[in-house]
């Protein structure tokens, strides 16, 4: 799911909740209709539909799939509602009634037909089945305490109570990037709150403790911690998270731009989209398969992401489309909590991490 394509600036001068998850979407499939199409299905033990008396052609007023989209063997609810039907069918095969489960193993289109004396009426309803996410390879863990795991890089990772010990549902991932002169060890804490709070897997990618990142080569270390993970824990097929402070603000940009397929979106903190990336700002646009959610943390005293470079950059991104959502506050670079910046007391870098990002984990961002 993604935030509305409109640019929503939250000026913030000492606190405030500038969060705006975005809701959920329908699971419903829209109705189709094609009186020339065919079919062939099985059978429902459900009361009969309205027959109607034949004088005048049939209407499918509804024909929905609820959920649209399931894993393979799992559950879905056909339910139609019809005027004036004599007989339906759906796949080809007699049917009564107003609903029928089905469990397909693959994606399908299910074809219902209403027919009577004067004529007949044509509805699909697609049920997409969804690879399975569960881990091939899971491990040995612990909750609500950081370990590493080593996918050719020694990464952190913190799994909450949130997540499904018996590794049979998907949970959100946050893929989290430490600024210049950070540790992965350290940040895997700051982004983890834990408890009822936290409803996603972190992982903390490591290479470079205590130092910048290279956009150019470590977009490859990023990816490859990604996919070592996925092989651990069920995550969500469309649901990983980039995001990061500063460096791993530039590194998450550069990565999500060229890997756009992978994530449902950016949460970046005291960084820019492009200025740093290694990459020009129309060749990152180009590069986007599509246009991911963003929300963009921006203190307003930073003078190594100036604000006004950063309006320039994030603007640009709005104005391509991008679900842009950008929250100023006041701060400097990094603040320690309870800092004095222009003669307010800040909570610091990381609790504004925490108020205006963390929400979003929770929004149901999915990618393609």
């Known amino acids: 799911m993604r935030v509305p394509s409109l640019l929503v600036i939250a000026a913030l001068v000492g606190c405030g909740d500038a969060t705006d998850p975005a809701a959920t979407p329908s699971d419903s499939d829209a109705v189709e209709v094609d009186p020339d199409a065919s079919s062939d299905g099985s059978p429902s033990d459900s009361p009969p539909a309205d027959v109607g008396d034949g004088s005048k052609a049939p209407t499918i007023d509804s024909f929905v799939a609820t959920p649209a989209a399931v894993s393979p063997g799992a559950t879905s609810k056909l339910t139609w509602a019809v005027t004036g039907g004599g007989t339906l069918t759906l796949d080809g095969a007699p049917v009564t009634g107003t609903s029928l489960d089905v469990a397909p193993t693959a994606t399908t289109k299910y074809t219902l037909v209403a027919t009577n004396g004067a004529g007949s009426a044509t509805a699909t309803a697609t049920v997409t089945v969804t690879a399975s996410t569960v881990p091939t390879k899971p491990i040995t863990f612990s909750k609500n305490k950081p370990f590493t795991v080593d996918s050719g890089t020694v990464n952190y990772v913190y799994v909450p109570d949130a997540y499904d010990g018996s590794h049979k549902t998907p949970i959100t991932l946050l893929v989290w990037l430490h600024g210049c002169g950070g540790f992965s060890s350290g940040d895997v804490w700051t ?82 989209p492009f200025r740093d990336t290694g990459s020009t700002q129309a060749a990152s646009l180009a590069a986007a398969a599509w246009k991911f959610n963003v929300v963009h943390l921006a203190h307003l005293q930073d003078t190594t992401y100036p604000i006004a470079g950063v309006r320039k950059e994030t603007d640009a991104m709005a104005a391509a489309g991008f679900p842009m959502k950008r929250i100023e506050v006041v701060g400097t670079h990094y603040d320690d909590a309870g800092a004095v910046v222009g003669g307010t007391k800040v909570p610091g ?9 963390f929400p979003y984990l929770s929004s149901g961002w999915t990618s393609p």
Do not use: M
């Open 191 to 272: 982004v983890s709150p834990g408890g009822a709070t936290q409803t996603w897997i972190t992982l903390a990618v490591g290479g470079q403790e205590g130092k910048c990142w290279d956009v150019n080569k470590d977009p490859a270390r990023v990816l490859a911690a990604l996919a070592d993970l996925k092989t651990h824990f069920n995550i969500k097929a469309k649901g990983t998270i980039v995001g990061g402070y500063s460096s791993g603000g530039d590194l998450s940009y550069r990565t999500a731009f060229y890997n756009a397929n992978l994530f449902a979106g950016v949460l970046a903190t005291n960084t820019s």
């Open 349 to 357: 870098t990381g609790a504004d991490i925490a108020t205006y990002l």
